[in-house]
């Protein structure tokens, strides 16, 4: 039977295996990890958290494992009472200016008031029942749920503690760890944020073209796989929320990346091919046919280009040459954060939601996406192209300076930002031969390259000085969609 007591914040362990992210090495990664896949929900409990103090509404759920207390349920409560305890450096997470003022000013007083928790506590023997309970909280529906699991916790749980197959996980945590065409942060969100139901449906109708015989196979031999960087590219525009089912159903959808027009009918035969519903395992047989798959994930969620709504079901594919079907799951889609034109302010800010700067001296960063944050460009054209300036500029010193490139010219010159920003593309794509990043940075290169770009010194100056020049709001919202991935890619 489960104990129940309160215990100090530092002797609890953070899950390093928790569903929600990649495995962990170290806690300080663990957090990390959590703030990169939801940083608005993260800074939303940790506001809520220093103004009111920690509200003991449900215990800690934790195991035993050895002298450990590993925390299986209220992971990111943990993390910020850590923070909030000087037990990780508060610097080192990219946390909002108002955030660190408010830690800053909390007294012994307060501290001492919350740092011990309630927690439940299981030995190490009651695993299965821990899991049941963190199971009803959040891998059951928004109905009997706290915070329901997205599609990657749920294949992730639904994987290492059942068993079953999920090729597109596997796949997608591959992918992570060696793919040419993404960026640290999207590294970190995909490992927790991802539409895991999307790219299995893609691997369904890939993989014969390939030349695998299941999607197993596929996920198995990845990155050693014919035309590698179109479907990187592909796995890259489902994390973008970019390539969604509806495009997948459109017939030689993966063309447009490079593949090979299909040259039969375009149902995919053999090997493994279903959809499960939320966490459950559906296995099809046939007299000679593939072997059916088990998938927990659930449509993702739209976002940046779109929102989509999961279909309500998924056909099966043809099973090996004994010609058994796959069976047929149900997944219920969760509409995703509404869709803005390229154009609209509205889109600037989805994006600076998301933008969660890591590493060390990056405090002035997070500062200046703070300011950019409370402008509105409407309102503040010129202020929020100032301050976009000002955190290319340190960024791109503070990178310069990891990565040992040049601040000055070979004739003790210092170099402008646009030649600083070219030459950390360059470093970023390898001189454009990682075909991958060339492409995610384009956008962001040729804007750079103008001479009288808005970040040119030209620009700026004459913003500054010039009695008549401005820039339309809409033209900064496209530009800076432009701009935007080489300034995560430097942070």
Sequence with gaps: MPTTSSVGVDKLNLDLKNFRTTPQKKESDAIKAMIAIKPDRFFAVMDSILDDGYLPTENIIVLKSGTENIVKEGNRRIAILKIIHGLHKAKDYGLPHSILDKIAKLDATWKAENFNVPCTIFKSSEADKVDRVISLAHGKGEKASRDPWNSVARARHNRDMHGAAEPGLDLLEKYLKVGQNLTGQQKDRWGGEYNVTVLTEAMQKLYSKM???????????????????????????????????????????????????????????????????????????????????????????????????????????????????????????????????????????????????????????????????????????????????????????????????PLQKSNGKDKTLAELLSGIYNQLTGNSSNTGMTKVLHGAHVEITKPSGILSITSMNQLVHSTTFSIIPADICTMFGNVYPLLEAMN
């Excluded at 031999?221 to 035309?227: A, E, I, N, W």
């Excluded at 796995?235 to 490079?258: A, M, N, Q, S």
């Excluded at 989805?350 to 590493?359: C, E, R």
């Design 211 to 405: 030349g695998f015989k299941s999607t197993i196979e596929l996920a198995t031999k990845y990155p050693k796989v014919p035309h590698l960087v179109p479907f990187e590219d592909i796995i890259r525009d489902i994390g973008l929320e970019e390539l969604e089912t509806r495009h997948l159903r459109v017939k030689d959808f993966d063309v447009k990346y490079g593949f090979p027009p299909n040259q039969t009918s375009s149902g995919s035969s053999g090997g493994q091919g279903t959809t499960g519903t939320q966490g459950s395992t559906n296995t099809s047989s046939g007299s000679g046919g593939g072997q059916g798959s088990s998938s927990s994930s659930n449509a993702g969620t739209g976002g940046r280009g779109g929102s989509s709504t999961g279909p309500s079901s998924s056909s099966g594919s043809t099973g090996g040459t004994g010609g058994s079907t796959g069976s047929t799951g149900t997944s219920s889609g969760t509409t995703g954060s509404k869709a803005y034109a390229i154009n609209d302010e509205k889109q600037v800010n989805q994006i600076l939601k998301s933008f969660a700067p890591k590493g060390s001296n990056r405090q002035k960063v997070v500062t200046l996406r703070d300011e950019l944050k409370s402008l509105k460009i409407k309102d503040n054209p010129i202020a929020f192209c100032l301050v976009l300036r000002s955190i290319f500029e340190v960024s791109a010193k503070i990178y310069a300076a990891e990565k040992s490139i």
